[in-house]
Structure formats: C-alpha cells, structure tokens
T-cell receptor, first 113, second 112 residues
C-alpha cells in the first residue's frame, strides 16, 4: 500500500513568488492535513480538508491556502512568498474515524531566497 | 501560547536502559494524544496513541502514560536501542479532528 506522497521534495523560490505543493493521500483516506515545520516553531497546523471542504484552519495568514480534489488529492498554495516561509511542509492523511492516527508524507522542503 | 510543551529539548540514554520522554499540555479539552518519531529529512512516523479515557497504553517496547489531573503524558521506551535515536514529538487533539497540536520535540540519543 503506497504511503502519502508529496511533490516536489525540494523547491527553491524567490521572495514574492507563489508556490503550489501537492499531496496524494493513502488510498481510501479522505482527510488531508497540512503542517509547517520550522526549527523555531516546530510543527504548526495549517489546515485540514475532508471531502473537498476545509474542516479546520490554523493561525496562518491568508497567503496560505489549500484545496482538495474529488480523488482526495490536495494542494497547498503560498502566495507572495516571504523569507520566513522557508520550512518543511508536511502533509498527513487519515481514515477519518475517531481516534485513528494521521500518516505523514516525507514533506516538501521549501527554501525562499 | 504553547498548548503542548516538551520541556526537554534533548535526552541521552544508554542502550538497554529506559528512555522517558515527557509532555505537558494546558487545554483540558484535549482527549486524544499521540507520539510521533521523526528522522531527519523524513516525515513523522506514528508510534503510539492514547485516549483520555485510559491512563496507559502499551505497544511492544513503547508505553504511553496519561495523567489527566496533571495534564501530563510520558512515553517510555524499554529497552532503548540505537535505532530509537530520533526526534520525538507529542501531539494533542480533540476526537473527530486531525488538527494536531504538537510539542516542539525531544531529541533522543541512544548510546551504544
């Protein structure tokens, strides 16, 4: 069974640009969550999608957005990139049953220069 | 406001001994807790979880203890192995959501 797949693995962008990251969840998983990991802040929740609807949102500016498609694949977009957006972006998928764990992908390492 | 705290950034343990990683939380409404392990350049890997209706959950070498009155959970690894060397994150959430609130992690080093 394939795990959570995130593409690309590494990305370098310039300040002011925008970026789109992709996440393919485990087959059968309908919930997808996104997290940002930075050395200073640890893992911070960005948002969660279920059945193409955003179900939860973290405390990030509106430059961070996402969406989920009918096949449960999800994309995350960051517009007007800032140096502080450099981080590891992690996607997690889950079965959406009470008290089950989320499975994480390997992440996309974004560097903003 | 850090709702989940791991106050020890690092821990070193001899191989074969017990590793105890601690985590404190402030929101008494959290009712599901998880531990993840993370190696560099990889995503977190789920280890073990516990519901707030329990005070202990065991899976092989890993045991998680939950003390609701103290808002404290701990992960015990017995016996510790060099392959356990990684960063360990605790997370808290509410049942029915996957909005995990993570601690800042504890780097465990198991010495051979």
């Amino acid at each position: 069974k394939a795990g959570v797949t995130q593409t690309p693995r590494y990305l370098i962008k310039t300040r002011g640009q925008q970026v789109t990251l992709s996440c393919s969840p485990i087959s059968g998983h309908r919930s997808v969550s996104w997290y940002q990991q930075t050395p200073g802040q640890g893992l911070q929740f960005l948002f969660e999608y279920f059945s193409e609807t955003q179900r939860n949102k973290g405390n990030f500016p509106g430059r961070f957005s996402g969406r989920q498609f009918s096949n449960s694949r999800s994309e995350m977009n960051v517009s007007t990139l800032e140096l502080g957006d450099s981080a590891l972006y992690l996607c997690a998928s889950s079965l959406d049953r009470t008290n089950t764990e989320a499975f994480f992908g390997q992440g996309t390492r974004l560097t903003v220069v | 406001d850090q709702q989940v705290k791991q106050n020890s950034p690092s821990l070193s343990v001899q191989e074969g001994r017990i590793s105890i990683l601690n985590c404190d939380y402030t929101n008494s409404m959290f009712d599901y807790f998880l531990w993840y392990k993370k190696y560099p350049a990889e995503g977190p890997t789920f280890l073990i979880s516990i519901s707030s209706i329990k005070d202990k959950n065991e899976d092989g070498r890993f045991t998680v203890f939950l003390n609701k009155s103290a808002k404290h959970l701990s992960l015990h690894i017995v016996p510790s192995q060099p392959g356990d060397s990684a960063v360990y994150f605790c997370a808290a959430t509410f049942s029915g959501t996957y909005k995990y609130i993570f601690g800042t992690g504890t780097r465990l080093k198991v010495l051979a």
